[in-house]
């Protein structure tokens, strides 16, 4: 074998196989899923309690009124729901944790952008 000849190639180990390169690529669309929908979940809620003071005449004003344990149930119902029926696995306790502090700071901004300044 010489320098350069045709047995001279790459070897294998130094680009990831096909199938990791997919598995990798799935990984990332489902991640960028579940954040996009904690999210979009996160300014529901806030829209949801904005409109539920309204119609009781009470003002939105002051801070976020959600907690992170309301935030969890939130994210544990509706991503469990759209992952089933996209036929993506369920959501891990990893996934599920990430998604419900992105929905609590997602409805927190969300309510701030709303919020009445309180009076004397």
Known sequence: MSAGGPDDTEPEASSPPEAETIAS???TERR????????ALGQSWAQGWRRD??????AVAGGWPGTLREARTYVERALATELRGRKMT???TAEREAATK????SARNEWRKH???EGP
């Open 90 to 92: 369920a959501i891990s």
């Open 25 to 27: 690529a799935r990984a």
């Open 102 to 105: 992105v929905a609590y700071a």
């Open 32 to 39: 960028k899923f579940i954040e996009q929908r904690a999210i």
């Open 115 to 117: 919020v009445e300044p």
């Open 53 to 58: 003071l309204q119609q009781q005449g009470r």
